[in-house]
């Protein structure tokens, strides 16, 4: 180690980064006191991630400048990273999984050509790293074959083996039961103890809280506040991630709920790793209200919606649609749910919404394309297409109004206006939508919202999902909170506001009251 | 967020045409190093493939093989999957072309036996290629690999058939009777006099209009239904046919039945067009280059034509050279082959990146 | 009956030498992500240049050396679309297949005009057998005397070679360093990519140690099996070797046994030729000659154990966010 002349482990200077046109920092600057644990909170798509690999040499900055130790360093690859003492555990593992632990730790630092010697050292100083930092752990298990919790100390060993001072964890609790993050919170204070400079990346106020020095807070692509962490609260730091926005209103009149047009109980869906996504959700959706559903993105809004519309199959519970009870075994796809009225703009146009090298009017029939009213007897009725795209972007003024035109070309606004077309325009009884004015411009937004408020007028449910707190607020008429693949909470959108919903969604509300008890 | 467009002349012709040239040129280097000219050869190759009558039919001849395994790969292609057992259900399609030419050139006309007969090979291409299909879709079997065994085993099934059961008695070879002349295909020059056209001889015949019959076909299929729709959401974004509630398997399946016909009717210009009776590797190589013509035509029914004449043309023109300059063999277009796959396959972002770049950055000043 | 096995177990190792060389070949190739199925065309073309350059001069090892060069040329096109230019793996190596069996004839032709042959190689410009000490001696001691005189004896050096590699591969692919960020890369190169180990670097040196062993499987056909180049000597050898690497399940053991397996087959296919089986009859030479590729469908079909093959075989590898 070397003599350190400034106090702080690292520090940014005027960080830059741009894709495309995307500026995703802007002019970050950053001091990082040695020894300290030290939060990066903000919202999904704040730039947080982004500078973490310029930390970790997965990009290089267009502009500014790190030191290391007081040292202006120039990281270009993860190798020089790991030579300047910075390690990072990042939110999906960078293990191999039918590797041992042994093994994963050595891999990139062997310590020779042959392993034999190399292994034999390593295990002898994993031995003495797992005592000094708590970190148990089998070194000779298979890493498939170990817990999440357990695998992320692997990461922590692995930077640790490699001499990181500075260490990163990308959202670290992402994937922890509460258990498993109480002592990953420990294992930090400890590491704290031994001298290494801990910074997490995280968008949950409890763990800035129960483990951290210092926070500081991003926005939008820039550093906005920081703060020592004694001196502030949760809903100071709620309020700085989520900012005071111009307030989105929305023109509509008080809902008038009817009947129960779809109810869920106790959905459940495990991933392939067999890890559960959504845990046990219920919920209803009436007639002619529009439910959001609230939640930094990654807590199981998406897996709803995929359960929902039929795309992935349920692992449990059940939902009863339009006079059909789906379960696990009772499996609809999403054709046939479209079949039974249910209509769905998902989350990702790109990936899924559309297939972005057809043309408009080809996109415009995506999950419709067996409907009577675009097929003749063999053929697929391209007049019919057309006459109707045509239509149709004439009312939702899609420009430009050229149906040919590979929906690729289209700007984000138009190509969401022609999957929220195809979708509405088929008179569904529920409509999911998730994300719907993500990457839109201004103008399209307002003309979006207003289709969304009509439909719900014409006695439609709408279940809306959406990452923008203020739309949310917006145009529910209920509020949903999902954290963690379940449901913490429910409020009436008149009785909400950003703090209340920023609290909710880091579940700190919830937590306070758990935090003691909890099995 | 709209994307810079590169024009589309440059994605239809300057990229393909580039790496053909790229492909000539290192083929160029192949004749220098054996000490001929190159440009010398490709005057005998291009005279030799079009500059008379009967070299244009055996050009077609070729090209009709290429036509259905060049269709055959680009079907399964545009769903994303990659048959490469063209080859051997293009064996076994032929064995099913043959065997309702033997069953039936005895006792039925023409006519009858025509449509029997393509449908022999539709279905027998079509079966060997539903098994890799079906293990790929319901099992997880990579379909590859399990294609490229079966080439294997159809060349064995094919050698065990003709040498026990097939074979015509009395002879040593391989080959089984010849079709009475109800079941011939009848031939280009053939069917043109009959409408006072003279031209000179060569085998291609009328499977040749079979096969842009075919074309029109699988233009129509894939632009223009729902299982062409179906089919291209498969290959291009499978995130959004779950979504569309397309079943992926499902499209596999019938994907690589219609593939495995397609490559089947290569029995029909080989085995009942020119051969007039069943033998072994009638074949010769023409399901694998059609990965080649599939490539090379981007996928698309024209583009298919175009390379199918254009690798027929290398085919004969081949055999020309070979004649002209004793040095050069025909395996020279085998060698063209392989490059143009390396070029316009393999190594396709090479040029298209590059060239696209030079576009948008044009383009965007 | 004895004798009958003994030499048919002579024969399968002699069948099994290319197998086994080819089939370690693929698997450095796919244990670091890349799948070959263009070992078919270095074989080919490395068994053109070890004939061509033992006819010219006259020594077989100096065939054997170009036969690697050739070889490593080749694998390193295929590196080079693959892992430079992230092409697909499959259309590359059919494209490696298709120019090999082109060149080869082309050349032939050029250089010997011998329609494509190389010129019958005799003397040092073959591998020929090696006869170990006393095998003569011992031919008649029973039992061990036939093994050690027939089996093990008079091979020649490349069988050898090809039977001392797989515990060198091993060693390689467990105890070493380059081993273990070898099989890293094909499981998973984020992991490598992170740890700051170059992926493309790996995956190149796997292609070049592919491109050595075909160079030598290569050469066995064309200038210790055989006595020159055919067209097209590799006979699917490619393939079988590939079949032989997944029924092996990629590692290095099982994957010689497999071979020894295919090869046993085709050494037994060779001698049941017209040989009535009692209570059978004649047992078609075709239906022995397809287990391999059987067996092979239908182990990746899952019916007879489970074949799961490096993880991030064939997938480019696209450096991205964490």
């Known amino acids: ?90 939110q999906h593992f960078m293990l191999v999984e039918n590797f041992t632990v042994l093994e994963n730790v050595v891999l990139g630092a062997e310590g020779g050509a042959m392993l034999k010697g ?36 692997v990461e922590i060993l692995k930077a640790l083996y490699r001499g990181a001072k500075i260490l990163i964890l990308d959202e670290p609790t992402g994937v922890l039961t509460p258990q498993e993050a109480d002592h990953l919170f420990r294992i930090l204070q400890s590491l704290k103890e031994q001298g290494v400079t801990v910074m997490i990346i995280t968008h949950k106020l409890r763990e800035i809280m129960a483990s951290t020095d210092n926070v500081s807070v991003m926005r939008q692509g820039q550093m906005v506040a ?139 029939i995506l999950g419709y394309h067996n409907s009577e009213a675009y097929n003749g007897k063999i053929l697929l009725d391209r007049k019919a297409m057309l006459d109707e795209c045509n239509e149709r972007m004439q009312k939702w003024d899609v420009r430009p109004a050229d149906p040919f035109l590979k929906t690729a070309n289209f700007s984000g606004g138009n190509q969401q206006k022609i999957v929220i077309a195809r979708e509405v325009e088929q008179n569904p009884d529920v409509l999911l939508i998730g994300q719907p004015t993500r990457g839109v411009d201004i103008g399209a937004i307002e003309n979006i919202h207003e289709e969304i408020v009509k439909l719900r007028d014409s006695g439609k449910a709408i279940l809306l999902v959406s990452v923008e707190l203020d739309e949310i607020m917006a145009l529910s008429d209920r509020i949903i909170v999902m954290f963690d693949g379940a449901v913490v909470g429910e409020i009436d959108a008149k009785d909400a506001d950003e703090r209340t919903l920023g609290l909710m969604m880091a579940n700190a509300l919830n937590e306070e009251e758990k935090a003691g008890g909890q099995a | 967020m709209s994307q810079p467009k590169v024009p589309v002349w440059v994605n239809l012709a300057l990229i393909p045409f580039i790496n053909i040239m790229l492909a000539f040129l290192v083929s160029a280097l192949v004749i220098l190093a054996i000490g001929e000219n190159p440009i010398e050869a490709a005057g005998y190759l291009v005279y030799g493939a079009f500059g008379y009558e009967e070299g244009i039919g ?54 009858v036996i025509v449509p029997l007969a393509i449908i022999g090979g539709a279905a027998f291409g079509a079966a060997w290629a539903y098994i890799p299909a079906y293990l790929s879709a319901r099992r997880g079997s990579h379909v590859v690999i399990t294609t490229i065994m079966f080439n294997f085993i159809a060349s064995s099934l094919m050698v065990y058939l003709m040498v026990n059961w097939l074979k015509q008695e009395g002879r040593m070879s391989p080959n089984s009777r010849t079709f009475e002349e109800s079941a011939w295909l009848p031939y280009m020059h053939e069917m043109l006099a009959a ?63 219609i593939s495995g016909a397609l490559a089947g009717f290569v029995g029909l210009n080989e085995i009942m067009g020119v051969q007039h009776s069943l033998l072994l590797n009638f074949t010769a190589g023409f399901g694998f280059a059609g990965i080649a013509v599939s490539l090379m035509g981007r996928n698309h029914p024209v583009g298919i034509i175009l390379a199918a004449i254009l690798f027929g043309a290398l085919y004969q023109g081949g055999s020309e050279l070979a004649f002209e300059i004793p040095s050069i063999t025909p395996e020279i277009v085998v060698v063209i082959q392989g490059l143009v796959i390396l070029f316009s396959g393999a190594l396709e972002h090479m040029c298209k990146d590059r060239v696209e770049a030079f576009f948008t950055r044009t383009s965007a000043a | 009956m004895f004798e009958t096995l003994i030499l048919i177990l002579d024969a399968t190792l002699r069948v099994s030498t290319p197998l086994i060389l080819a089939a370690l070949a693929g698997l450095f190739a796919e244990r670091s992500g890349i799948v070959d199925i263009g070992l078919e065309g270095k074989i080919l ?108 004896s008079g091979h020649n050096i490349l069988v050898y070679l090809a039977f001392a590699i797989v515990p ?12 273990l960020r070898l099989r890293a890369v094909g499981e998973n190169p984020h992991a490598v990519d992170t740890a700051g180990i170059s992926v493309a670097f790996i995956r190149y040196r796997a292609m070049i140690i592919c491109g050595i062993l075909c160079g030598l499987a290569g050469a066995y056909l064309s200038t210790a099996h055989n006595a020159g180049f055919l067209k097209d000597m590799s006979a699917g050898k490619g393939y079988i070797a590939l079949a032989a690497l997944i029924f092996g399940k990629w590692r290095p053991v099982p994957v010689m046994f497999a071979c020894l397996l295919f090869g046993f087959l085709d050494a037994v296919a060779v001698r049941m030729q017209g040989v009535q089986v009692p209570g059978i009859g004649e047992v078609p030479v075709q239906a022995i000659e397809v287990l391999p590729y059987v067996l092979t469908v239908l182990l990746l079909a899952g019916f007879i154990g489970k074949a799961v093959a490096p993880k991030a075989v064939g997938r480019p590898y696209v450096k991205e966010r964490g």
């Open chain 2, 195 to 257: 409408i006072g056209i003279n031209i000179e001889q060569s085998p291609l015949n009328a499977s040749f209009l079979w096969a842009l019959i075919c074309c029109v076909l699988i233009w129509g299929l894939i632009w223009h239904t729902r299982w062409g729709y179906q089919l291209r959401t498969v290959g291009t974004n499978a995130t959004a046919a779950i979504y569309a509630g397309i079943d992926n398997g499902k499209v596999t399946i019938w994907v690589m039945l």
């Open chain 3, 168 to 179: 060198l591969a091993v060693w390689i692919i467990y105890k070493t360093r380059f081993g």
């Open chain 1, 226 to 364: 920081h703060r020592v962490t004694a001196e502030t609260d949760k809903e100071e730091l709620a309020e700085l991630m989520v900012g005071k926005k111009v307030r989105l209103v929305v023109d509509k009149e008080e809902a008038k709920p009817t009947n129960v047009a779809l109810s869920a109980k106790n959905l459940s869906w495990f991933d392939e790793q067999g890890v559960k996504r959504l845990k046990d959700v219920s919920l209803e959706l009436k007639a002619g209200e529009i439910v959001g559903i609230a939640g930094v993105s990654g807590n199981g809004q998406s897996e709803l919606l995929n359960a929902l519309s039929g795309i992935t199959p349920l692992s449990g519970g059940e939902i009863h649609f339009n006079g059909e009870v789906i379960t696990a075994k009772n499996k609809k796809n999403a054709s046939q749910m479209r079949d039974l009225k249910m209509a769905h703009v998902p989350e990702d146009r790109h990936k899924m919404g559309l297939v972005t090298g057809f043309e408009a009017y080809e996109a415009a």
């Open chain 1, 118 to 153: 190399g292994l034999d050292a390593a295990r002898k100083e994993l031995k003495r790293l797992e005592q000094e930092y708590n970190l148990d752990v089998d070194v000779d298990a298979v890493v498939e074959d170990l817990p999440v919790g357990l695998q992320q100390r």
């Open chain 1, 1 to 90: 180690m070397n003599n350190t002349t400034s106090p702080y482990a690292i520090e940014l200077r005027d960080i830059s980064k741009r894709f495309g046109a995307v500026q995703a920092n802007k002019d970050i600057c950053l001091q990082v006191p040695a020894g300290t644990v030290h939060g990066i909170i903000g919202e999904n798509g704040a730039g947080k991630s982004t500078l973490m690999s310029i930390i970790y040499g997965f990009y290089e900055a267009d502009s500014g400048d790190i030191e290391v130790g007081g040292e202006l360093v120039n990281i270009r690859t993860s190798e020089d990273a790991i030579r300047f003492g910075i390690g990072m555990v990042h």
């Open chain 3, 45 to 152: 073309g490395a068994a053109f240049a070890a004939a061509a350059a033992a006819a010219v001069f006259g020594s077989a090892w100096i065939g054997l050396l170009f036969a690697i060069i050739a070889s490593v040329a080749l694998a390193l096109i295929h590196g080079f679309a693959c892992i430079t230019h992230r092409g697909d793996h499959i259309v590359s190596g059919v494209a490696i297949n298709t120019i090999v069996a082109g060149l080869t004839v082309t050349l032939g032709l050029d250089w010997f005009s011998q329609g494509g042959q190389t010129p019958a190689l005799t003397g040092d410009a073959r591998f020929t057998s090696i006869t170990f000490p006393f095998a003569d001696a011992l031919a008649d001691v029973p039992v061990i005397g036939l093994i050690y005189s027939e089996l093990l």
């Open chain 2, 58 to 111: 055996y050009t077609l001849y070729y090209a009709t093989n290429l036509i259905f395994t060049g269709l055959a790969v680009s079907i399964a292609f545009k769903a994303g999957i990659f048959n490469i057992g063209g080859e051997g259900q293009a064996y076994i399609g032929g064995l099913g072309v043959g065997l309702a030419c033997l069953a039936f050139d005895q006792t039925m006309p023409f006519y």
